[in-house]
């Protein structure tokens, strides 16, 4: 059976929260680009820590890649990674104003790193179309600056691969690895109180 990590509100807000300087200090991200559906509550907890007096807030995008399967167990709504990255929302680019893409420093935000093929999948279709953009602007020398933040990296072998300057920079920032145990995030529960009593009974 799989061990299962109940994971509450609080214990999310004070990753984001203790992240949030080094986020700051090492990708000065102008964009966040959140997964869908996991990243879009991080993300939004994170722009509130990356906010400085005077500043502007980052502005949110999502895109949704989907990558997880059910078990088909009606008693257990665990699920378990599939094979093939599902695009179900992505950038409109026509309507997006490229600006705010070209050139500039992208953070993308996801709950966690598991075998690690949607951020793989995220990162080289982002880098792909903002490399087009770049190229129809007259801009193509331009790249932009893509780092990856997670509330939880998975300590296990990876299918996916990211870009080894991506790597080597440093750009990429796990709050908290885990073992390779079934995460329990509190946007997926349809009992919050009895969800947050399994957080705190669980042993820690």
């Not at 214990?11 to 966040?32: D, G, K, M, T």
């Not at 399967?69 to 179900?88: M, S, Y």
């Not at 995220?122 to 179309?129: F, I, P, S």
């Not at 529960?189 to 042993?203: F, V």
Request: proline share 5%; with cysteine.
């Amino acid at each position: 059976m799989v061990q299962k990590v109940y994971i509450t509100y609080n214990q999310v807000h004070r990753l984001c929260q203790i992240s949030a300087e080094q986020i700051l200090s090492s990708f000065a991200p102008n964009l966040i680009i959140a997964i869908g559906g996991g990243g879009f509550i991080p993300a939004r907890i994170l722009r509130s820590f990356l906010k400085r007096p005077g500043s502007a807030n980052i502005p949110i995008q999502a895109i949704g890649l989907s990558l997880y399967e059910n078990l088909g167990q009606t008693d257990d709504p665990a699920e378990t990674p599939g094979t093939k990255v599902t695009r179900t929302q992505w950038l409109d680019l026509s309507a997006l104003e490229m600006v705010n893409l070209v050139g500039k420093n992208i953070l993308i935000v996801d709950e966690v790193d598991d075998t690690r093929t949607t951020l793989e999948y995220a990162v080289r279709e982002l880098e792909k179309d903002v490399q087009e953009a770049a190229e129809k602007m007259g801009h193509s020398g331009e790249r932009a600056r893509f780092s990856i933040f997670v509330l939880h990296n998975k300590d296990k072998p990876k299918k996916g691969r990211l870009p080894e300057d991506m790597l080597l920079e440093e750009r990429y920032l796990a709050a908290k690895t885990v073992g390779d145990v079934w995460i329990c995030y509190p946007w997926e529960a349809t009992d919050i109180d009895e969800h947050d009593q399994l957080a705190i009974s669980q042993p820690s």
